[in-house]
């Protein structure tokens, strides 16, 4: 077994009181491959946030569970390189099983959420709260979930939105022990949140998709005050990334995401831990394509691959400067 302090790591719990009490969300960005990792770091470690380095179950078994432990051991002394070491958390992005969490606990994650939002309530309480034993026991804070998000995200897919109930937080978290609960009031996984018959349009015509449930966010906090709460699928959905991909030979349709003053507003709540997945994605590719597209003699993936890189940097700088209010927070 590997634990996570030996790695450099540390866990949620610290992190998420000072998010809560300060009013900013700490970014979860997921990360599959050594650039994304790079442009993390970097962009946080430049403007001094704190991170949590989010992989899925798929992006595991993508970079292979023994080299994802060194990169996040990587990742930590890269921010003493850069100057500036950043608390760092490694975080398992819905787990779906026991097993899954206890190797990642074993392997050195420092987090894991545990996902049994799609079993019956007595079902997903009683995973929940078996997660919850073997990670505390070994000081790995846990992430829970109520309420089913819409769209697809690797193996989790879901047609519709089931949102959290605030009638049950209580005894879900009483009985659990999470130290986190992530809430359905409106995101969605992926990057075609909503579809155009779902918005309206603003006067310069632009698509404005439904606004997230704050009535049921507020209901939340008043039922379990100062609960770390938790907002997955919440990408904006640069539209410039679209547009650049759909240019140079893409073909996304009614990609839309959720606007970053909702985001903004829910960060400055009990909404601690806000993961972006899909923006990443989008600036990636799209620059990606346009480099390939405008110099189609290169064959050096470090040249198509380093610009998307910096674009990456680039974007997660101006999620913790702008959005999520998690600058100068390390």
């Known amino acids: ?46 403007t001094k946030s704190p991170v949590i380095l989010q992989v899925s179950s798929g992006a595991r078994k993508y970079a292979n569970q023994t080299l ?98 605030p009638e049950e937080v209580v005894d879900f978290v009483t009985r659990t022990g999470v130290d986190s609960l992530a809430i ?22 632009i698509l404005v998709p439904p606004p997230l449930r704050f009535d049921i966010l507020e209901e939340i906090e008043k039922q379990i005050p100062g609960f770390p709460i938790v907002l997955h699928g919440a990408s904006s959905v640069p539209q410039e990334y679209v547009e650049t991909i759909n240019k140079y030979g893409g073909a996304l349709k009614d990609s839309i995401g959720i606007p970053e003053e909702q985001l903004r507003r829910a960060a400055a709540s009990a909404v601690c831990k806000i993961n972006i997945d899909s923006d990443g994605r989008l600036a990636m590719t799209a620059a990606i394509r346009q480099e390939l597209a405008t110099k189609p003699g290169e064959f050096d993936p470090r040249k198509y691959i380093g610009p998307a890189r910096e674009e990456l940097k680039k974007l997660y700088a101006y999620k913790t400067v702008n959005v999520l209010g998690s600058a100068g927070k390390a």
């Open 1 to 46: 077994m590997v634990h996570y302090k030996e790695l450099g790591l540390v866990n949620s719990n610290d992190l998420f009181k000072n998010a809560v009490a300060g009013g900013y969300a700490i970014p979860a960005f997921n990360f599959n491959n050594l650039e994304q990792l790079q442009a993390i770091v970097s962009a946080c470690v430049e």
């Open 68 to 165: 994802l432990r060194f990169l996040a051991q990587g990742a930590v002394e890269y921010s003493k390189e850069l100057g500036f070491e950043i608390p760092i958390v490694l975080h398992l992005d819905h787990g779906d099983s026991f097993e899954l969490c206890k190797n990642c606990i074993e392997s050195g994650f420092s987090s894991v959420m545990i996902d049994g939002s799609h079993l019956p309530y007595e079902e997903n309480i009683a995973l929940t709260k078996k997660v919850v034993e073997y990670a505390h026991a070994h000081g790995v804070s846990v992430e829970g979930e109520l309420g089913v998000l819409a769209g697809v995200e690797d193996d989790v897919v879901a047609e519709h939105h089931t949102y959290t109930q």
């Open 184 to 205: 359905s009031i409106g995101t969605s996984h992926g990057a075609n949140k909503f579809t155009p018959a779902q918005c309206t349009r603003d006067d310069n015509g």
